[in-house]
């Protein structure tokens, strides 16, 4: 019995062809929809005679889609990303299924990614509304019928938070302005001697934090107006037509599924649990490793620049 579900080649490469309920999604082979990862595991484990006898098809959908999560975060491969260019308030939304990022680049004239890196020493704190004494401000505006003050129970934000309005508004180094000879490690410049750089910040990309609570990302000012892209992982259950498992990780689900049901059950000893545990664990190896789609050519040719003496 064949596994192409009666796809030709002429409705394949004509665009024609659906996968789940997407549309000409080519590649779509290396795929296993999560229907039938739960179809397939009604079939091979449940029933008389078999490890589980009995369970309902809403608990193995409810496992299934705890197994794609949790595959997600370090197994399976993160395909998402978005891009756009910085506005004027130099921040971007994340988006709607982020979970956490893989990294942000800026995107150079030549259509190469220049990683950005974060500034870990500043965010954007809940700033409090005073007065001009200091006493906090509760005023949080006016009643339009009589125009006195509204005054409000709780603390009043001030927007934009003074750390946050400095971040961005600092002024980018021309770097074109010094004359530094890079050359000896003993020239003192403005930007300190070589030895003395923090990596992390001895770079002109630019620089960003994640404000998690306002689900922002803010970018420095000098990438105002520059195209950025934003790596991300998703759980992987997002849309309906991304709850799918490549077939190297198809197993490493099955028994995701296993454990969680059998580890819930009651009357299951615990050797069995305990199998299932060591189980699940071996798959998960397993398809990490196959995902992470080393080949012997590649990684020679990286060793051999790793290799290589600089004079």
């Given at each position: ?27 779509n ?14 079939v ?111 603390l009043?934000?001030q ?21 530094v ?125 790793m ?5």
């Amino acid at each position: 019995m064949g596994l192409l579900d009666g796809t030709t080649q002429n409705t394949y490469y004509s665009g024609s062809s659906t996968f789940g309920n997407l549309q000409s999604n080519f590649g779509n082979y290396q795929f296993v929809t999560l229907d039938n990862i739960i179809s397939a595991f009604m079939v091979a484990y449940v029933g008389e005679g078999k490890i589980i006898s009995k369970v309902n098809r809403t608990d193995v959908q409810f496992y299934a889609m705890r197994a794609i999560q949790e595959l997600s975060y370090d197994v399976l491969k993160s395909f998402k990303s978005q891009e756009i260019e910085v506005p004027n308030t130099l921040s971007m939304i994340l988006p709607q299924d982020y979970v956490n990022y893989i990294k942000i680049a800026r995107i150079g004239s030549d259509g190469l990614e220049y990683n950005l890196y974060p500034a870990r020493k500043t965010s954007d704190p809940f700033a409090i509304k005073q007065t001009a004494t200091g006493v906090y401000d509760f005023v949080s505006g006016q009643d339009e019928t009589d125009g006195s003050d509204i005054t409000s129970d709780t603390l009043i934000e001030q927007t934009p938070s003074n750390t946050s309005e400095n971040f961005e508004s600092q002024t980018p180094v021309n770097y074109q302005m010094y004359d530094v000879n890079y050359s000896s490690d003993i020239e003192i410049s403005t930007e300190g001697r070589r030895y003395g750089l923090d990596p992390e910040h001895s770079q002109i990309n630019g620089s960003y934090f994640i404000d998690n609570a306002r689900g922002l990302v803010k970018f420095g000012s000098a990438l105002a107006g520059v195209t950025v892209v934003l790596h991300y992982v998703s759980d992987g259950l997002g849309t309906d037509n991304e709850t799918v498992v490549h077939k190297f990780c198809e197993e490493a689900c099955y028994k995701h599924i296993a454990y969680g049901i059998l580890s819930t059950k009651s009357n299951i000893p615990e050797y069995i649990v305990q199998r299932y545990k060591k189980e699940r664990f071996a798959e998960t190896r397993k398809a990490k490793i196959r995902l992470s789609n080393i080949k012997i050519e590649e990684f020679t040719q990286v060793l051999k620049g790793m290799g290589k003496q600089i004079k």
